[in-house]
């Protein structure tokens, strides 16, 4: 079936430094791919909707400047948290549309971001 | 904007019982209905997916019906495990993903 590959799963970083997520479907072309936020005992809330080869649309409330997402191939979107701060811990997840409409997604395993 | 709400938030139960889950959607026009899992600190897995223009869908003991007119979807599992023990969430398809916050299944052995 369609993968989603996401890495780092963990990572630790002093703020005030950046950190970047990688997400690759690994199998298929993902035109579009997502980025969501999860806290801790909450549903995934979506940040932003990347297409390859052009801007990312970001929710409403998501700083475009703190969270920079590329989406340079069919095959690799890339979220940054810039000057990250004890406030941007979490959990983030990627997701991938499979096809077109009503197909369905696939998601990346997640990384835990912790900012100390 | 669509609301995804999903009731119970938790739920505890003995191995070998059936478990219902439900999700209720305000906005119906979705092209499906999806329910994923997830395990602590781990991304999502998908579970089952229901198209619009479905009532139920079936994967071994699980089972997940759809009434798309009341905005309503239940995912049943059949005769649970300690396996099973895990956040269960859906998602309702309009073009995006709008989930609801997941019911956390405990199975007793």
């Known amino acids: 079936g369609a993968v989603v590959s996401q890495h780092p799963s963990r990572v630790i970083c002093k703020s005030g430094t950046s950190v970047k997520i990688e997400c690759r479907s690994l199998?298929?072309?993902?035109?579009?791919m997502f980025w969501y936020r999860q806290f801790p005992k909450q549903s995934l809330m979506l940040m932003a909707t990347?297409?390859?080869?052009?801007?990312?649309?970001?929710e409403q409330g998501v700083e475009k400047d703190k969270f920079l997402i590329n989406h340079a191939s069919l095959t690799l979107s890339t979220l940054t948290v810039t000057s990250a701060h004890p406030e941007d811990s979490s959990f983030y997840i990627c997701?991938?549309?499979?096809?077109?409409?009503?197909?369905?997604?696939?998601f990346g395993s997640g990384t835990r971001l912790t900012v100390v | 904007k669509q609301e995804v709400t999903q009731i119970p938030a938790a739920l505890s139960v003995p191995e070998g019982e059936n478990l219902v889950l439900n999700c209720s959607f305000t906005d119906s026009a979705i092209y499906n209905l999806q329910w994923f899992r997830q395990d602590p600190g781990k991304g999502l897995t998908s579970l089952l997916l229901?198209?619009?223009?479905?009532r139920e869908q079936t994967s071994g003991r699980l089972n997940a019906s759809l009434d798309k007119s009341s905005g309503r979807s239940t995912l049943y599992i059949a005769a649970s495990q300690p396996g099973d023990s895990a956040t269960y969430l859906c998602a309702a398809n309009d073009y995006k993903l709008s989930f609801g916050a997941g019911t956390t299944v405990t199975v007793r052995a």
């Open positions: 229901i198209q619009s223009s479905q």
């Open positions: 199998d298929f072309q993902a035109t579009t």
């Open positions: 997701s991938a549309r499979l096809g077109t409409g009503g197909i369905g997604y696939t």
């Open positions: 990347s297409n390859e080869g052009s801007k990312a649309t970001y």
